[in-house]
């Protein structure tokens, strides 16, 4: 769908901010592209992975003083990140899924222990993804969770066994897909090997001398996850429709879901075969990190990343499930074709905006706005930091966010244990950006699925964003102290 006046508020918007900072050119290319994106997805201007391609043009322009050909192979590289390798993957393994009736078996069993209630299932659908990407990445575990949550979707309102069923884009169904997306970034937050921002900051600070301990961040991070779980929870309930205390609704619905999961019987040889590969998929994202240890001491080389070895294990599951047959293959060519392969792209151009800031400058720019907060009170400074990494992480990856506000805040607070909670709530931060699919690829990849109301996410994550912003401020001046005096 395209939206005439809609492109239009995105091109005014992006003028007006080009023209603003008309002093540095490069700070206004990337500021106004993160403009014109956020703008068209917001208001659906046009097809969602369209606005995607606008790094595609924008690098570019920006590097334009290089070769061209190292132009070009900066504005590919973030199309084929070794994330969107993960996601595809996952993709494929929740295809054949679905394809087999596994998600529906694991979707009745998830309503049947949460029960009927649309919100005791939504608490389910954010507090399963939560706890899953304490250990793998948010990405892989929402990429796994997605097609389980359209399951549920399906189930939930009543919908037959269908196997290739699809529920609406209803606020019920975005309500789901965001408990999923916002559970598995929230989750990620409690462990230091959760999310490669909280990596980040273990590696930042042994760097300076500073310790951090698993059982430490643990603390720190598995402490604010536990407040602000129910805060999702509570917002997301506002998209679910009003339940009437006196129907018996609820009861038919769980004898319902109970009679269906009986009728399903035992799982399939194909079911095992998938689960199994899933299982191993599972495993090996848990051990990605060791994984990427001893390649590297294998390989001699330093250039590979915990995200290579992820993105390998994905593709090379949907690979074993490609060649394996149940005695029907267990991903035929008509599964793969349900993959939703745009979302590759949406995926790919946030992380080219990522680039856009980084290269830019522009993150540097927000982030030396700061260097006033170091003579102000600790809890005002921490809700400056927490505020401003919310602000940036809304437009670029929460890797470049907390790349670029380690940096700036450990000058900007001089360093040593009086910038150590600063840090820590920045890093907190870094993952918690709701509103819009550049934030996190968990959002992206809801967002791509073609089920998640954009408008409603934006109104529901600037809620929660600031939410988060001021409730780590809040716990990293009340628990860090107590561990760096």
């Not at 700070?27 to 068209?40: G, I, T």
Request: charged residues 10%; glycine residues 8%.
């Amino acid at each position: 769908m395209v939206r005439p006046w809609a492109i239009t508020v995105g091109l005014l918007a992006a003028s007006l901010v080009a023209w603003l900072l008309r002093d540095r050119p490069d700070v206004a290319l990337a500021c106004s592209a993160a403009v014109l994106m956020a703008a068209w997805w917001v208001l659906d201007a046009l097809p969602l992975w369209v606005t995607s391609l606008v790094p595609l043009v924008a690098i570019p322009v920006l590097l334009h003083e290089q070769p061209w050909w190292e132009r070009v192979h900066a504005a590919v590289v973030p199309y084929i990140d070794p994330y969107v390798g993960l996601f595809l993957g996952g993709m494929c393994i929740g295809a054949a899924m679905q394809e087999h009736g596994l998600h529906r078996r694991f979707a009745l069993n998830v309503l049947q222990v949460c029960g009927s209630s649309p919100r005791r299932v939504l608490a389910g659908m954010i507090l399963a993804p939560a706890f899953v990407s304490m250990w793998i990445s948010n990405t892989a575990t929402t990429a796994m969770m997605l097609p389980m949550a359209i399951a549920v979707a399906v189930t939930a309102r009543g919908a037959s066994s269908t196997t290739n069923e699809r529920p609406t884009a209803t606020r019920h169904t975005t309500a789901l897909l965001l408990a999923v997306a916002y559970g598995s970034s929230v989750g990620g937050i409690a462990t230091k090997i959760g999310t490669p921002p909280n990596a980040q900051f273990a590696g930042f600070m042994e760097q300076r001398g500073i310790e951090i301990g698993f059982l430490e961040f643990l603390v720190v991070g598995g402490g604010f996850v536990l407040l602000f779980l129910p805060i999702v929870w509570l917002f997301l309930t506002r998209l679910l429709p009003r339940e009437d205390p006196h129907s018996t609704q609820g009861d038919l619905e769980h004898a319902r879901i109970a009679s269906e999961l009986k009728a399903l019987g035992r799982m399939s040889n194909a079911e095992r075969r998938i689960a199994v590969v899933f299982a191993c998929a599972a495993l090996g994202w848990v051990l990605s990190q060791p994984l990427t240890a001893g390649v590297r001491q294998l390989d001699g080389t330093s250039w590979v990343r915990t995200a290579h070895v992820e993105g390998a294990i994905a593709l090379l599951a949907a690979l074993a499930l490609k060649v394996q047959r149940a005695p029907s293959p267990l991903l035929p060519w008509r599964a793969v074709a349900r993959v939703p392969w745009h979302t590759l792209v949406l995926l790919g151009g946030s992380f080219g905006l990522a680039v856009l800031i980084v290269d830019s400058k522009a993150g540097t720019e927000l982030a030396h706005l700061l260097s006033g907060l170091r003579s102000a009170p600790m809890w005002l400074a921490l809700a400056g930091a927490t505020l401003a990494t919310v602000a940036l992480s809304a437009i670029a990856s929460n890797t470049a966010t907390c790349g670029v506000m380690l940096a700036v805040l450990w000058e900007a607070f001089g360093g040593g244990s009086e910038a150590v909670p600063v840090l820590y709530g920045a890093t907190i931060a870094a993952s918690c950006d709701f509103a819009l699919p550049a934030g996190t690829a968990p959002n992206a990849i809801v967002v791509g699925s073609g089920l998640v109301s954009l408008r409603l996410m934006f109104l529901v994550g600037i809620g929660l964003d600031l939410v988060a912003a001021l409730l780590a401020a809040g716990w990293t001046a009340v628990i860090v102290p107590l561990f760096h005096s």
